[in-house]
Protein backbone atom coordinates (compact mmCIF):
# COMPACT_ATOMS: atom_id res chain seq x y z
CA UNK A 1 0.00 0.00 0.00
CA UNK A 2 2.54 2.87 0.56
CA UNK A 3 4.53 2.05 -1.97
CA UNK A 4 2.39 4.24 -3.81
CA UNK A 5 0.40 7.31 -3.86
CA UNK A 6 -3.67 7.57 -3.06
CA UNK A 7 -5.58 10.35 -4.37
CA UNK A 8 -8.99 10.18 -4.15
CA UNK A 9 -10.64 13.85 -5.16
CA UNK A 10 -14.37 14.71 -5.35
CA UNK A 11 -14.88 12.98 -8.68
CA UNK A 12 -14.21 9.73 -10.79
CA UNK A 13 -11.77 8.47 -10.74
CA UNK A 14 -9.44 7.37 -7.61
CA UNK A 15 -6.05 8.21 -8.58
CA UNK A 16 -3.10 5.93 -7.79
CA UNK A 17 0.14 7.48 -8.62
CA UNK A 18 4.20 6.32 -7.95
CA UNK A 19 6.19 6.83 -4.72
CA UNK A 20 9.91 7.33 -4.43
CA UNK A 21 10.35 7.29 -8.15
CA UNK A 22 9.05 3.89 -8.48
CA UNK A 23 7.35 4.18 -12.02
CA UNK A 24 7.87 1.41 -13.80
CA UNK A 25 6.12 -0.93 -15.97
CA UNK A 26 7.61 -3.53 -14.17
CA UNK A 27 6.84 -2.02 -10.81
CA UNK A 28 3.46 -1.95 -11.31
CA UNK A 29 2.05 -4.92 -12.93
CA UNK A 30 4.03 -6.64 -9.93
CA UNK A 31 2.51 -4.35 -7.62
CA UNK A 32 -1.18 -4.62 -9.27
CA UNK A 33 -0.04 -8.43 -9.09
CA UNK A 34 0.29 -7.98 -5.29
CA UNK A 35 -2.66 -6.19 -4.11
CA UNK A 36 -5.45 -7.42 -6.46
CA UNK A 37 -7.82 -7.87 -4.42
CA UNK A 38 -7.93 -4.26 -2.88
CA UNK A 39 -7.71 -3.09 -6.61
CA UNK A 40 -10.92 -5.21 -7.16
CA UNK A 41 -12.39 -3.21 -4.18
CA UNK A 42 -11.63 0.14 -5.09
CA UNK A 43 -12.72 -0.83 -8.72
CA UNK A 44 -16.15 -1.21 -7.03
CA UNK A 45 -16.04 1.50 -4.18
CA UNK A 46 -15.03 4.03 -6.73
CA UNK A 47 -16.48 3.07 -9.75
CA UNK A 48 -13.00 4.18 -11.44
CA UNK A 49 -9.32 4.04 -10.66
CA UNK A 50 -6.73 5.36 -12.48
CA UNK A 51 -2.76 4.75 -12.40
CA UNK A 52 -1.00 7.48 -13.43
CA UNK A 53 3.05 8.68 -13.59
CA UNK A 54 3.62 4.75 -14.54
CA UNK A 55 5.84 4.31 -17.67
CA UNK A 56 3.36 2.15 -19.44
CA UNK A 57 4.54 2.41 -23.00
CA UNK A 58 3.14 -0.57 -25.19
CA UNK A 59 0.19 -2.55 -24.97
CA UNK A 60 1.43 -5.63 -23.95
CA UNK A 61 2.36 -3.67 -20.54
CA UNK A 62 -0.89 -2.76 -20.41
CA UNK A 63 -2.26 -6.33 -20.61
CA UNK A 64 -0.32 -7.85 -18.27
CA UNK A 65 -1.24 -5.37 -15.78
CA UNK A 66 -4.79 -5.78 -16.29
CA UNK A 67 -4.83 -9.93 -16.29
CA UNK A 68 -3.16 -9.34 -12.87
CA UNK A 69 -6.45 -8.05 -11.79
CA UNK A 70 -8.80 -9.71 -14.31
CA UNK A 71 -7.10 -12.93 -15.56
CA UNK A 72 -9.95 -13.92 -18.15
CA UNK A 73 -10.23 -10.96 -20.42
CA UNK A 74 -12.44 -11.18 -24.02
CA UNK A 75 -11.70 -10.76 -27.75
CA UNK A 76 -15.24 -11.31 -28.72
CA UNK A 77 -16.03 -7.83 -29.39
CA UNK A 78 -19.77 -7.12 -30.68
CA UNK A 79 -19.77 -3.41 -30.26
CA UNK A 80 -20.75 -1.08 -33.31
CA UNK A 81 -17.46 0.98 -33.23
CA UNK A 82 -14.55 -0.12 -36.04
CA UNK A 83 -11.81 -1.50 -33.90
CA UNK A 84 -8.12 -3.03 -35.17
CA UNK A 85 -6.31 -5.39 -32.49
CA UNK A 86 -2.92 -4.19 -30.75
CA UNK A 87 0.13 -6.30 -32.72
CA UNK A 88 1.43 -8.69 -29.70
CA UNK A 89 -1.44 -8.27 -27.58
CA UNK A 90 -3.94 -10.91 -27.43
CA UNK A 91 -7.49 -9.06 -25.62
CA UNK A 92 -5.65 -5.32 -26.24
CA UNK A 93 -7.85 -3.60 -29.40
CA UNK A 94 -7.80 0.13 -30.33
CA UNK A 95 -10.89 1.97 -28.44
CA UNK A 96 -12.51 3.15 -32.00
CA UNK A 97 -11.20 3.85 -35.28
CA UNK A 98 -13.69 6.60 -36.01
CA UNK A 99 -12.43 9.59 -37.15
CA UNK A 100 -11.51 12.39 -35.03
CA UNK A 101 -14.20 15.06 -35.11
CA UNK A 102 -16.67 12.14 -34.48
CA UNK A 103 -17.80 12.07 -31.08
CA UNK A 104 -19.15 8.82 -28.95
CA UNK A 105 -21.70 10.04 -26.35
CA UNK A 106 -21.75 8.03 -23.09
CA UNK A 107 -22.58 4.85 -22.68
CA UNK A 108 -21.67 1.36 -20.54
CA UNK A 109 -19.51 -1.13 -22.91
CA UNK A 110 -22.03 -3.12 -24.86
CA UNK A 111 -25.14 -2.78 -22.55
CA UNK A 112 -27.50 -3.73 -25.47
CA UNK A 113 -26.42 -7.11 -25.00
CA UNK A 114 -27.92 -9.49 -22.22
CA UNK A 115 -24.16 -10.07 -21.23
CA UNK A 116 -22.03 -7.05 -21.27
CA UNK A 117 -18.25 -7.29 -20.00
CA UNK A 118 -18.34 -6.76 -16.13
CA UNK A 119 -15.20 -4.45 -15.86
CA UNK A 120 -13.77 -2.17 -18.80
CA UNK A 121 -10.06 -1.21 -19.33
CA UNK A 122 -8.41 1.98 -21.08
CA UNK A 123 -4.70 3.01 -21.56
CA UNK A 124 -3.37 6.00 -22.74
CA UNK A 125 -0.29 5.44 -25.39
CA UNK A 126 -0.52 8.81 -27.29
CA UNK A 127 -2.05 11.49 -25.11
CA UNK A 128 -4.05 14.58 -27.44
CA UNK A 129 -1.86 17.70 -27.13
CA UNK A 130 -4.99 19.58 -28.73
CA UNK A 131 -8.38 20.69 -27.08
CA UNK A 132 -10.70 17.71 -26.73
CA UNK A 133 -9.90 13.81 -27.00
CA UNK A 134 -10.83 13.07 -23.34
CA UNK A 135 -12.40 9.76 -22.65
CA UNK A 136 -15.14 11.22 -20.21
CA UNK A 137 -16.52 9.17 -17.71
CA UNK A 138 -20.29 9.39 -15.50
CA UNK A 139 -21.64 7.75 -12.75
CA UNK A 140 -25.27 5.95 -14.39
CA UNK A 141 -25.99 5.44 -10.57
CA UNK A 142 -26.36 9.46 -10.38
CA UNK A 143 -27.96 8.92 -13.64
CA UNK A 144 -30.75 7.01 -12.69
CA UNK A 145 -31.05 8.30 -8.74
CA UNK A 146 -30.94 11.99 -11.16
CA UNK A 147 -34.01 11.03 -13.68
CA UNK A 148 -37.15 12.30 -13.12
CA UNK A 149 -39.38 9.90 -11.67
CA UNK A 150 -41.99 10.12 -13.90
CA UNK A 151 -39.67 9.47 -16.51
CA UNK A 152 -38.31 6.96 -15.04
CA UNK A 153 -41.19 4.98 -13.97
CA UNK A 154 -41.82 5.12 -17.70
CA UNK A 155 -39.20 3.30 -18.50
CA UNK A 156 -39.26 0.67 -15.64
CA UNK A 157 -42.84 -0.05 -16.96
CA UNK A 158 -42.00 -0.45 -20.51
CA UNK A 159 -38.05 -0.88 -20.58
CA UNK A 160 -36.43 0.15 -24.13
CA UNK A 161 -36.07 -1.62 -27.53
CA UNK A 162 -33.07 -1.43 -29.83
CA UNK A 163 -33.21 -1.96 -33.26
CA UNK A 164 -30.01 -2.22 -35.45
CA UNK A 165 -30.52 -2.43 -39.20
CA UNK A 166 -27.21 -3.85 -40.62
CA UNK A 167 -26.04 -3.72 -44.50
CA UNK A 168 -23.52 -6.60 -45.75
CA UNK A 169 -20.60 -3.86 -46.45
CA UNK A 170 -19.88 -1.11 -45.26
CA UNK A 171 -20.10 1.75 -47.61
CA UNK A 172 -20.10 5.91 -47.47
CA UNK A 173 -23.57 6.01 -48.97
CA UNK A 174 -25.08 3.99 -45.38
CA UNK A 175 -26.77 5.66 -42.55
CA UNK A 176 -24.27 8.08 -40.76
CA UNK A 177 -24.71 5.33 -37.42
CA UNK A 178 -24.05 2.43 -39.78
CA UNK A 179 -20.19 2.06 -38.97
CA UNK A 180 -19.61 -1.90 -39.85
CA UNK A 181 -21.44 -3.96 -42.24
CA UNK A 182 -22.52 -7.50 -40.39
CA UNK A 183 -20.24 -9.93 -41.34
CA UNK A 184 -18.09 -7.45 -38.97
CA UNK A 185 -20.15 -7.44 -36.39
CA UNK A 186 -20.41 -11.10 -35.79
CA UNK A 187 -16.67 -11.76 -37.47
CA UNK A 188 -18.15 -14.21 -40.03
CA UNK A 189 -20.24 -14.14 -42.98
CA UNK A 190 -22.20 -17.14 -42.34
CA UNK A 191 -25.71 -16.76 -41.80
CA UNK A 192 -26.36 -19.40 -40.09
CA UNK A 193 -23.51 -18.65 -37.01
CA UNK A 194 -25.01 -15.34 -36.99
CA UNK A 195 -28.74 -16.39 -36.38
CA UNK A 196 -27.26 -19.23 -33.83
CA UNK A 197 -25.88 -16.73 -32.05
CA UNK A 198 -28.80 -14.13 -31.74
CA UNK A 199 -30.90 -17.27 -30.67
CA UNK A 200 -27.98 -17.76 -27.88
CA UNK A 201 -28.05 -13.71 -27.09
CA UNK A 202 -31.47 -12.99 -26.76
CA UNK A 203 -31.33 -10.81 -30.10
CA UNK A 204 -34.94 -11.18 -32.99
CA UNK A 205 -33.35 -10.99 -36.33
CA UNK A 206 -34.51 -10.91 -39.63
CA UNK A 207 -32.92 -10.92 -43.04
CA UNK A 208 -33.34 -8.29 -45.31
CA UNK A 209 -33.39 -7.28 -49.31
CA UNK A 210 -29.84 -7.65 -49.97
CA UNK A 211 -28.23 -9.66 -47.75
CA UNK A 212 -29.83 -6.87 -45.19
CA UNK A 213 -29.48 -7.55 -41.67
CA UNK A 214 -32.23 -6.15 -38.56
CA UNK A 215 -31.51 -7.01 -35.14
CA UNK A 216 -34.47 -5.98 -31.91
CA UNK A 217 -33.64 -7.15 -28.77
CA UNK A 218 -36.14 -5.41 -26.09
CA UNK A 219 -34.08 -5.41 -22.32
CA UNK A 220 -34.89 -3.07 -19.04
CA UNK A 221 -34.40 0.08 -18.89
CA UNK A 222 -32.24 -0.48 -15.80
CA UNK A 223 -29.90 -2.86 -14.01
CA UNK A 224 -29.41 -4.19 -10.66
CA UNK A 225 -25.62 -3.64 -9.54
CA UNK A 226 -23.89 -7.18 -9.37
CA UNK A 227 -22.27 -6.45 -6.34
CA UNK A 228 -24.09 -3.19 -4.43
CA UNK A 229 -27.52 -3.75 -6.07
CA UNK A 230 -27.58 -0.36 -6.32
CA UNK A 231 -30.30 0.73 -9.63
CA UNK A 232 -28.23 1.64 -12.40
CA UNK A 233 -29.26 3.52 -15.69
CA UNK A 234 -28.19 0.99 -18.28
CA UNK A 235 -29.17 1.11 -21.83
CA UNK A 236 -27.89 2.84 -24.75
CA UNK A 237 -30.05 5.29 -25.83
CA UNK A 238 -27.61 8.61 -25.32
CA UNK A 239 -25.96 6.64 -28.26
CA UNK A 240 -28.46 4.62 -30.69
CA UNK A 241 -30.68 7.62 -31.49
CA UNK A 242 -30.36 10.25 -33.79
CA UNK A 243 -31.92 12.74 -31.20
CA UNK A 244 -28.30 12.17 -29.83
CA UNK A 245 -26.30 13.33 -32.85
CA UNK A 246 -26.46 16.89 -33.44
CA UNK A 247 -27.14 17.41 -29.43
CA UNK A 248 -23.80 15.95 -28.78
CA UNK A 249 -22.14 18.21 -31.57
CA UNK A 250 -24.45 21.05 -30.08
CA UNK A 251 -23.20 19.92 -26.12
CA UNK A 252 -19.62 20.03 -27.51
CA UNK A 253 -19.94 23.40 -29.25
CA UNK A 254 -21.00 25.14 -26.03
CA UNK A 255 -18.02 23.40 -23.64
CA UNK A 256 -15.49 24.20 -26.39
CA UNK A 257 -16.60 26.99 -28.13
CA UNK A 258 -15.62 25.83 -31.65
CA UNK A 259 -17.31 27.12 -34.20
CA UNK A 260 -17.08 23.99 -36.18
CA UNK A 261 -19.17 21.65 -33.56
CA UNK A 262 -22.00 24.19 -34.22
CA UNK A 263 -21.56 23.79 -37.62
CA UNK A 264 -21.46 19.97 -37.37
CA UNK A 265 -24.47 20.07 -35.36
CA UNK A 266 -26.40 22.18 -37.61
CA UNK A 267 -25.74 19.67 -40.84
CA UNK A 268 -26.89 16.82 -38.34
CA UNK A 269 -30.16 18.73 -37.28
CA UNK A 270 -31.51 18.07 -40.95
CA UNK A 271 -29.68 14.54 -41.75
CA UNK A 272 -31.80 13.95 -38.36
CA UNK A 273 -34.73 15.00 -40.01
CA UNK A 274 -34.41 13.20 -43.19
CA UNK A 275 -33.27 10.17 -41.57
CA UNK A 276 -36.50 10.02 -38.46
CA UNK A 277 -39.19 11.37 -41.56
CA UNK A 278 -38.62 9.92 -44.93
CA UNK A 279 -36.60 6.65 -43.67
CA UNK A 280 -38.30 6.12 -40.90
CA UNK A 281 -37.29 5.40 -36.95
CA UNK A 282 -37.52 1.59 -37.91
CA UNK A 283 -34.88 1.67 -40.71
CA UNK A 284 -32.23 3.61 -39.14
CA UNK A 285 -28.73 2.51 -38.74
CA UNK A 286 -29.63 2.63 -35.28
CA UNK A 287 -32.22 3.21 -33.14
CA UNK A 288 -33.96 2.93 -29.26
CA UNK A 289 -37.41 3.57 -28.34
CA UNK A 290 -40.03 2.23 -25.84
CA UNK A 291 -40.12 -1.50 -25.14
CA UNK A 292 -44.05 -1.41 -26.61
CA UNK A 293 -42.50 0.33 -29.99
CA UNK A 294 -43.59 3.50 -28.49
CA UNK A 295 -40.95 6.66 -29.53
CA UNK A 296 -38.84 8.31 -27.02
CA UNK A 297 -40.29 12.11 -27.11
CA UNK A 298 -37.32 14.74 -27.60
CA UNK A 299 -38.00 16.23 -24.29
CA UNK A 300 -37.54 12.48 -22.85
CA UNK A 301 -34.08 12.66 -24.79
CA UNK A 302 -32.85 16.16 -23.82
CA UNK A 303 -33.90 15.05 -20.21
CA UNK A 304 -32.10 11.74 -20.00
CA UNK A 305 -29.47 13.69 -21.85
CA UNK A 306 -28.98 16.76 -18.98
CA UNK A 307 -28.98 14.51 -16.40
CA UNK A 308 -25.74 12.62 -18.16
CA UNK A 309 -24.32 15.78 -19.43
CA UNK A 310 -24.46 17.50 -15.71
CA UNK A 311 -22.36 14.07 -14.15
CA UNK A 312 -19.93 13.77 -16.83
CA UNK A 313 -16.37 14.35 -15.23
CA UNK A 314 -13.52 15.37 -17.84
CA UNK A 315 -10.13 13.95 -16.97
CA UNK A 316 -7.33 15.16 -19.88
CA UNK A 317 -5.09 11.58 -21.07
CA UNK A 318 -1.77 11.49 -19.83
CA UNK A 319 0.41 8.92 -21.79
CA UNK A 320 0.70 5.44 -19.67
CA UNK A 321 -2.68 6.28 -17.74
CA UNK A 322 -4.38 3.17 -16.88
CA UNK A 323 -8.05 3.52 -15.87
CA UNK A 324 -10.02 0.45 -14.52
CA UNK A 325 -13.44 1.03 -14.84
CA UNK A 326 -16.73 -1.23 -13.49
CA UNK A 327 -19.17 -1.40 -16.29
CA UNK A 328 -22.04 -2.26 -14.58
CA UNK A 329 -21.80 1.50 -12.98
CA UNK A 330 -19.96 3.70 -15.13
CA UNK A 331 -20.21 5.10 -18.69
CA UNK A 332 -17.39 6.29 -20.61
CA UNK A 333 -17.38 8.22 -24.12
CA UNK A 334 -15.41 10.10 -26.70
CA UNK A 335 -14.62 14.04 -26.62
CA UNK A 336 -13.77 14.63 -30.72
CA UNK A 337 -10.43 16.11 -31.15
CA UNK A 338 -7.43 16.80 -33.61
CA UNK A 339 -3.82 15.16 -33.71
CA UNK A 340 -2.66 12.44 -32.56
CA UNK A 341 -4.57 10.46 -29.85
CA UNK A 342 -3.99 6.54 -29.28
CA UNK A 343 -6.08 5.16 -26.75
CA UNK A 344 -6.19 1.27 -26.13
CA UNK A 345 -8.95 -0.84 -24.49
CA UNK A 346 -9.92 -4.55 -22.98
CA UNK A 347 -12.47 -5.87 -20.98
CA UNK A 348 -13.52 -8.92 -19.11
CA UNK A 349 -15.56 -11.80 -20.25
CA UNK A 350 -19.52 -11.26 -21.17
CA UNK A 351 -21.42 -10.77 -17.78
CA UNK A 352 -25.16 -12.33 -17.85
CA UNK A 353 -27.32 -9.27 -17.02
CA UNK A 354 -28.62 -9.88 -13.48
CA UNK A 355 -32.23 -8.84 -14.33
CA UNK A 356 -31.62 -11.63 -16.98
CA UNK A 357 -30.25 -13.84 -14.62
CA UNK A 358 -33.18 -13.67 -12.53
CA UNK A 359 -35.33 -14.57 -15.45
CA UNK A 360 -33.51 -17.42 -17.02
CA UNK A 361 -33.85 -19.17 -12.77
FE1 LIG B 1 -17.21 2.12 -25.59
Given at each position: MDKVVFDDG?????FIKPK?????AEFLINWIGENKELMRKKILEYGAVMFRGFKINEGVEFERAVTQVDPELCDAYRGTSPRKQVPGTEYVFTASEMPPFYPIPQ???????????RNLYFCCLVEPVGPGGETALCDFKKVYDEIDPAVRQKFEDKGVMVVRNYKKNWS?????????GWPEVFNTEKKEDVENECRDTLIDFSWKKNDGLKLVNKRDAFENHPDTGDRIWFNHLQVFHWYMIPDEFYRIYKRVGQLRYLIMSWIMWFIKLFFLNVIGPMNCGLHTCYGDGTEISNAENKHIRDVTWKNMVFNRWKKGDIVMIDNYRISHGRQPYTGRRSIVVAWSKPYLRPSLREKSE
Open positions: ETLPLNGQDSHLEMSFLAAPPVFNDPTQLK
